[in-house]
Structures are given as C-alpha cells and as structure tokens.
C-alpha cells in the first residue's frame, strides 16, 4: 500500500501527501481512505484529459475499437496480429499505417477506432479529411499563418488522414501536403486510409517525382492493409429495405 500511495503522490504532484499519510498518527484505515481519494482523483483526470484529447482530434464518428465489426476480408500484413495493432505499438515505434481498399470496408472506422484508443491512452491524434486538410492549409498560407498551422499539428503523436484519392489536388495543396507528411517521417506516426493503389497516387498528386518521394517516405515503416469486399453501409442499406 505505501509503495501505491508513494507513486501516486508523484503522478498527482502531491509532495506532501505522502510524508503526511505515513506518518504514525494516521491509522491504517485512514491510509486507504487516501489511497482510495487519491485513486479517485486519478481515473477522473485520466478520464478528462482523454475527452480533452477526443474533442480536439476532431473525429467524424465516436467509433471505438470495442464496437468495430472486424471481417475476414481485411488483409493483414503476415507478420502482424490484430493484438499487435490494437496495442498501438506502431505508434511508439513511429511507424505507419495504411489502409487500401473500397470505399464502405472499414478503413475509416478502424482508423478512427485506433485514433480513439490512442486518445485514451493519453495520446495527442489529429484526423483530417484529406481535403480538408489541404484547404486548411491553404488557407493557412494566405493569412500567412503556415507555419504555426503546421506545428500544430506537427505537435501530436497520431495524424490520420482519411479519403486520400476521391478528388485530384491541385500542385500548390499536393506540394503543401507533401512537405506535412514529409515533416512526420521517422517522427511521428500517419494513418491514411485510401481507395487508390499506390500505381494511382499519380492521379491525386499529379506530379510523377512529387508522388515517387512521398510513396517512398510513407511505406518506409509502413503496415499496409487491404480491404475488399461490398460496402458495409451498401449492404446494410439493402437489409434495411427488404426489412
């Protein structure tokens, strides 16, 4: 008990809680009534700071990795575990994930349910729709704001970016892009989720080298999955009907 009490008082900043609680006046009982406070008092500043953490990632859904339907028709990597990618070692690691496949797989939903997990877990995550990204850094350029824009965002340890490929980018928004993506590698962690095969990613980018160098950087410590099969939301939309 006073080996739990003594590192909680250092987790909690609480320098003299401690000396207090083990002095010889305080009766065992009451030792574990502070023990209880102060374990209290923890879980309700764990549980704050990862709803800090969730409002400012800027998710599109609440999906947690608890709810996630997972199916046989997402293509693991062969030396990868579902264990080993919800553990969010890939994070400490600096590595990336990337997600291929048909829109309505679960790509977004697994990114986000991996995005809430590392929230959870004290984690700074951002998640952007790719275009939203890039008009956000448009705009940031115009205001002349660029550069803190980016350290922003550079500032977390998680980026996702959703639906990379829907729409072509035009050359200043891919250059802009580019130079983010550029800026985490080695050093923070991406997740992107897209429909197009990396032969594709021409179409986005519309740039052969400007695409060759950012492919190059993203798969360098990368885990790549595929997803196929019908759309989920497809398919539940007909279920619905016939119902």
């Not at 339907?69 to 990618?85: A, R």
């Not at 977390?156 to 250059?175: N, T």
Request: with cysteine.
């Amino acid at each position: 008990m006073n080996e739990e009490l003594k590192s909680l008082c250092k987790r909690l900043r609480l320098a003299y809680i401690h000396d207090y609680a083990t002095q010889q006046v305080i009766t065992e009982h009451e030792q574990r009534i502070i023990l209880e406070c102060l374990r209290h008092e923890q879980e309700e500043r764990e549980t704050a700071k990862a709803n800090r953490l969730v409002k400012q990632a800027g998710f599109h859904s609440d999906k947690h990795l608890k709810n996630y339907v997972w199916h046989n028709q997402i293509g693991f990597p062969s030396y990868l575990t579902k264990e080993e990618l919800v553990s969010l070692d890939f994070i400490e690691k600096k590595e990336n994930l990337i997600f291929i496949g048909t829109p309505g797989t679960g790509k977004t939903s697994l990114a986000t349910g991996l995005g809430l997990e590392a929230c959870l877990q004290g984690k700074q995550v951002r998640f952007y729709r790719v275009l939203d990204l890039v008009d956000k850094l448009l705009r940031a350029t115009k205001k002349g704001t660029l550069e803190r824009t980016r350290k922003s965002i550079q500032n977390c340890d998680l980026l996702i970016l959703d639906e990379l490929g829907y729409l072509p980018l035009e050359q200043e928004g891919a250059e802009l892009l580019f130079h983010l993506i550029s800026d985490f590698y080695e050093r923070k962690s991406l997740i992107i989720t897209t429909n197009l095969e990396f032969s594709s990613w021409n179409k986005v980018f519309q740039d052969p080298r400007l695409t060759s160098a950012l492919v190059d950087r993203l798969i360098h410590h990368a885990h790549i999955f595929s997803f196929s099969g019908e759309s989920y939301r497809f398919t539940n939309a007909l279920s619905t009907r016939k119902l």
